[in-house]
């Protein structure tokens, strides 16, 4: 089964710092996605990519980048974080084909006060 | 991409109940994908069924497509306390696979 591990369950960060949230699959898959949740409006999608230094914009990827240097690791970054990014922070990678779907991170909660 | 509209927002039964939850979206597909999602943690895949079946099984989940109504439902038999959790579906369209996911479906199994 693919593995993907986000590195933090829990961040507490400070208004005007850079956020790094790191995300590592263990299947050398090429898509990658970083979505954010909140309550009442579901998931969003910030950033994908499709392989190693490619990037491509989700619905909501003003206030944040992404890293691909590494076919296994997929970083999402907040350049310098506001209180309206505290969210939940999920990182996905598709499985191999078929029927397998997405395989989800547990998800980075992070707090920005 | 095309977001899936999950119905009802929330639902609540008894334990052996069934539940039956539906999502609607808008354009060809090819493939609609269910997921669920314990509280605080991340999505879990439950199923995928592609553009061409009507039909699925995976133990105790039937998942129907209608392409014609543009429409899925899941249906959870015999309900258990643990499968409350919130319900997600996601349409796959166009060539990039990409999910766009909807607000979900709110189970609570009372026991």
């Known amino acids: 089964d693919v593995k993907v591990t986000q590195s933090s369950r829990y961040l507490v960060k400070r208004t005007g710092e850079k956020v790094f949230l790191e995300c590592v699959q263990d299947m050398d898959h090429e898509n990658m996605f970083w979505y954010r949740q909140d309550p009442g409006l579901g998931l969003r999608l910030i950033y994908f990519?499709?392989?190693?230094?490619?990037?491509e914009k989700g619905d909501i990827p003003e206030g944040y980048s992404v890293s691909r240097e590494k076919k296994e690791r997929f970083s999402l970054i907040l350049e310098s974080a506001s209180t309206n990014q505290t969210s939940m922070y999920l990182c996905?990678?598709?499985?191999?084909?078929?029927?397998?779907?997405?395989?989800f991170g547990s998800g980075t909660r992070l707090t920005v006060v | 991409s095309q977001q899936g509209e999950e119905d009802p927002q929330a639902l609540s039964i008894q334990e052996g109940e069934n539940a039956t939850m539906n999502c609607s979206y808008k354009?060809?597909?090819?493939?609609l994908q269910w997921y669920r999602q314990n509280s605080g943690r991340g999505l879990v895949h439950l199923i995928l069924i592609r553009s061409n079946e009507r039909e699925k099984h995976s133990g105790r989940l039937r998942v129907t497509l209608d392409t014609s109504k543009k429409s899925s439902s899941l249906l959870i038999t015999a309900s258990r306390a643990a499968d409350t959790a919130s319900y997600f579906c996601?349409?796959?369209?166009?060539?990039?696979?990409?999910?766009?996911f909807g607000k979900g479906t709110k189970l609570s199994v009372k026991p």
């Open positions: 990519s499709y392989d190693v230094k490619m990037k």
């Open positions: 996601a349409p796959e369209s166009g060539s990039q696979g990409n999910l766009i």
């Open positions: 354009t060809s597909i090819n493939n």
């Open positions: 996905a990678t598709p499985g191999a084909g078929g029927s397998y779907g997405y395989t």
